[in-house]
T-cell receptor, first 112, second 113 residues
Framework: QKEVEQNSGPLSVPEGAIASLNCTYS??????FFWYRQYSGKSPELIMF????GDKEDGRFTAQLNKASQYVSLLIRDSQPSDSATYLC????????????FGDGTTLTVKP | GAVVSQHPSWVICKSGTSVKIECRSL??????MFWYRQFPKQSLMLMAT?????????EQGVEKDKFLINHASLTLSTLTVTSAHPEDSSFYIC?????????FGSGTRLTVV
């Protein structure tokens, strides 16, 4: 079992819809959780981080964390074609970004 | 803020030669940074953790004598791939850690022919 698991996709949604990306992790000691977006051939860029159970919203993005279920998700509202990318979930045992463990990523395609 | 410059962005080298990749933080300082490698359609794999002024800590399976890391200052780290082979062809990414997540360099696409 991988430490951080994501559905590889591809996940396809129409423009304007909500895209839901899921991530589960195995280490119960994990403290911080990050979502990164990676366009093909580019480095990842941080979208959101979350430390506490519940929802955290930033613009069109909402991160949801459930530590009891070891589950973190990313919702993208009003999806745009420019959101088409691979989304990486990363998990860390510390609240500052030390060594994170990355999932393999979910490829999202937003169709116009 | 939190800008990282990584050079070169791509390099093609002959098998057996060495390649140096440079990573600079432009507007912040940090003692710790990380070098990752990403093969096509795979996720990022941590190669080593680098602390300024001390030896890097390598992950299992990563040869320290092959991947030389020099972290001489709070803003500069280099990764040298020595005696490169085709299987070393990959996307190498430097990452600086902050309290709010990672700041990634733009990556270096290494192709060994």
């Amino acid at each position: 079992q991988k430490e951080v698991e994501q559905n590889s996709g591809p996940l396809s949604v129409p423009e304007g819809a909500i895209a839901s990306l899921n991530c589960t992790y195995s280490d119960r000691g994990s403290q911080s959780f990050f979502w990164y977006r990676q366009y093909s051939g580019k480095s990842p860029e941080l979208i959101m981080f979350i430390y506490s159970n519940g929802d955290k919203e930033d613009g069109r993005f909402t991160a949801q964390l459930n530590k009891a279920s070891q589950y973190v998700s990313l919702l993208i509202r009003d999806s745009q074609p420019s959101d088409s990318a691979t989304y990486l979930c990363a998990v860390n045992r510390n609240t500052n970004a030390g060594k994170s463990t990355f999932g393999d990523g979910t490829t999202l395609t937003v169709k116009p | 803020g939190a800008v990282v410059s990584q050079h070169p962005s791509w390099v093609i080298c002959k098998s057996g030669t060495s390649v140096k990749i440079e990573c600079r933080s432009l507007d912040f300082q940090a003692t710790t940074m990380f070098w990752y490698r990403q093969f096509p359609k795979q996720s990022l794999m941590l190669m080593a953790t680098s602390n300024e002024g001390s030896k890097a800590t390598y992950e299992q399976g990563v040869e320290k004598d092959k991947f030389l890391i020099n972290h001489a200052s709070l803003t500069l780290s280099t990764l040298t791939v020595t005696s490169a082979h085709p299987e070393d062809s990959s996307f190498y990414i430097c990452v600086w850690g902050t309290a709010y997540g990672y700041t990634f360099g733009s990556g270096t696409r290494l192709t060994v022919v």
